[in-house]
């Protein structure tokens, strides 16, 4: 099983200002991996697939990068709407496993 | 726009079967151009990945929840269910239905999910 590891667990950011989140995998996913959007109460909402490809009505802020193991999602100018918890999914193997997520708040 | 809404008894007893439906509109659950899946999210905690499968048969399930998991999709009312046996307190989470991106023949990444439905076992 591929362990995906996300840090840092919380990133505190104030409203503007640039988030960067990490995500490595325990063994080379390719470019084979999401990451997802959640708010408290709310379902996930798919942001970053393939790595670097933004889903549908997901602002040019938002940003994937990496391949292999290593994985950044990056927001450049956090909005309010923006605080959420966020995880990245590897979907190259089998079975398909999630990073335990990055918490990003107000500073 | 596609939708997907879960259904089904929020308490289960221990040991028992825990059932799910989800109904899906805006598309067909016999597209052959997508899988579907479920995953689930303990209270607190983060997401795991339950099972993936084509509507007309063809699965891929979490090898910690295989012997358990069972689905079965109903065309006619566009629906796909989930049943998972022998649950327990740790089976207590909220269960989200998702529709799956298919890069033929491979399911990949989870692109629609329901708002999901929380199901607790307890007696």
């Known amino acids: 099983e591929i362990v995906m590891t996300q840090s840092p667990a919380t990133l505190s950011v104030s409203p503007g200002e640039r988030a960067t989140l990490s995500c490595r995998a325990s063994q080379s996913v390719g470019s084979n991996l999401a990451w997802y959007q959640q708010k408290p109460g709310r379902a996930p909402r798919l942001v970053i697939y393939?790595?670097?490809t933004r889903a549908t009505g997901i602002p040019a802020r938002f940003s994937g990068s990496g391949s292999g193991t290593e994985f950044t999602l990056t927001i450049s100018s956090l909005q309010s709407e923006d605080f959420a918890v966020y995880y990245c999914?590897?979907?190259?193997?089998?079975?398909?496993?999630f990073g335990q997520g990055t918490k990003v708040e107000i500073k | 726009q596609l939708q997907l809404q879960e259904s089904g008894p929020g308490l289960v007893k221990p040991s028992e079967t825990l059932s799910l439906t989800c109904t899906v509109s805006?598309?067909?659950?016999?597209?052959?151009?997508?899988?579907w899946g479920w995953i689930r999210q303990p209270p607190g905690k983060g997401l795991e990945w339950i099972v993936s499968?084509?509507?007309?048969?063809?699965?891929y399930s979490n090898p910690s929840l295989k012997s358990r998991v069972t689905t079965s999709v109903d065309t006619s009312k566009n629906q796909f269910s989930l049943k998972l046996s022998s649950v327990t307190a740790a089976d207590t989470a909220v269960y989200y239905c998702a529709r799956v991106t298919t890069v033929t023949p491979t399911p990949y990444y989870f692109d629609y999910w329901g708002q999901g439905a929380l199901v607790t076992v307890s007696s």
């Open positions: 999914h590897q979907y190259s193997n089998w079975p398909r496993t």
């Open positions: 805006g598309g067909s659950v016999s597209s052959g151009d997508y899988y």
């Open positions: 499968f084509y509507y007309s048969g063809s699965a």
């Open positions: 393939g790595a670097a």
